[in-house]
């Protein structure tokens, strides 16, 4: 449930309802808006049955929350929240757009992609170091070595990195290296995974799972805020459908519909969406123009030798021109690019 305080609440009474919930053994969670401060309340709401807040002046109404996520309800915290990944703010005025290869393959690779996706005007560097594979014969990635080639790419360029961790050792190794945790797709119920990358201190980049409902995916990041870490940010990546004309099929209604549901940041990835190089563009304008916070895209020196989906993968000139592309349109829109 949340209490929705009055304008203008004075501290003291918002002050008076933390100590009534925190005194019943339920946590209190204060998200300070514009025009009213709201309190959330977590935990067994049947403890305060007897304690009827609505009689406290300060109180305007109380609101039960039926979504079993809390913190990541837009009815705890209403104003949409920002996430910081090194100098870049993920949900502000300003679109995000993290480039970079499906695998880290070499430092020459890596170091070529970050330099040509910072000229063309990305943000974020992306790169996997441990590839989730669907066969275990395929490339698994260079592991520690490769998040070593990201740390010198940030040193290199300025740009801040993202890299997928798929265990628990992928964690501890990653928090040496990288600015923000990527939870992939098919790690997205892995509930041991998102709690620890809760602990690990840096924003985490939760993809949607293949199959997973936008509840299960909002629970999913439920999981990682309720370790003490709101900087989540989601990314719709296509999900399962009968169709196979496409890799998975976009889901474009998820951007709209958690900007309903909820305050975290969605950006959206019409690489692994698609699977298809030429379907990038036209998806990376539709998740623009229905307000998606951001963009990954992957691109590669040479696609047609990538050791990882070098179909969806653009060369640094189709991505500079879809850069070029997306700019107008991003205006449009009401952000900067
Ligand atoms: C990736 O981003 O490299 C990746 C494996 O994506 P997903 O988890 O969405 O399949
Ligand atoms: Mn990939």
Redesign the pocket.
């Known amino acids: 449930m949340i209490i929705v305080m009055k304008p203008m609440a004075k501290a003291e009474s918002i002050e008076q309802i933390k100590s009534i919930i925190e005194a019943k053994g339920l946590e209190a969670h204060i998200s300070p808006g514009k025009e009213v401060t709201i309190i959330g309340v977590i935990g067994d709401r049947s403890k305060l049955q007897d304690q009827n807040l609505e009689i406290f002046e300060d109180v305007d109404k109380i609101v039960s929350v039926t979504e079993s996520y809390k913190l990541a309800n837009k009815k705890f915290h209403p104003e949409p929240s920002r996430v910081k990944v090194g100098n870049v703010i993920i949900g502000g005025d300003a679109l995000v757009i993290m480039s970079g290869p ?1 695998a880290v393959e070499s430092k020459e690779q890596l170091l070529a992609t970050a330099h040509a996706i910072k000229k063309a005007g990305a943000h974020i560097l992306r790169g ?1 170091a441990y590839k ?1 594979r669907t066969s275990p014969y395929a490339f698994q990635g260079l592991e520690e070595e490769g998040l070593k080639y990201m740390k010198e790419a940030r040193e290199e360029t300025g740009l801040p990195v993202v890299c ?1 961790v798929t265990s628990l050792d992928a964690i501890d190794a990653a928090v040496k290296y990288v600015d923000m945790l ?1 939870i ?3 790690n997205m119920q892995n509930f041991y995974l998102l709690k620890e990358a809760g602990k690990s201190g840096l924003p985490v980049l939760l ?1 949607r799972g293949l199959a997973a409902t936008i509840d299960e995916w909002l629970n999913a990041s439920e999981y990682i805020i309720a370790e003490g870490n709101p900087n989540v940010v989601l990314c719709e ?1 296509g999900i399962r459908t009968f169709e196979t004309a496409t890799r998975n099929t976009l889901d474009i209604s998820a951007v709209p519909v958690i900007k309903e549901k909820s305050h975290l940041p969605i950006i959206v ?1 019409p690489s ?1 969406a698609t699977g298809v190089r030429a379907y990038v563009k036209p998806l990376s304008m539709a998740a623009v123009a229905v307000g998606a916070d951001g963009l990954m895209i992957e691109t590669h020196p040479n696609p047609s030798m990538a050791l990882s989906d070098g179909p969806q993968s653009l060369t640094f000139e189709q991505f500079e021109k879809l850069m070029k592309e997306l700019t107008p349109l991003a205006t449009l829109m009401g952000r900067k690019l």
């Open positions: 499906c996997g989730p997928e990527q992939g797709a098919r993809k990546r990835d692994h």
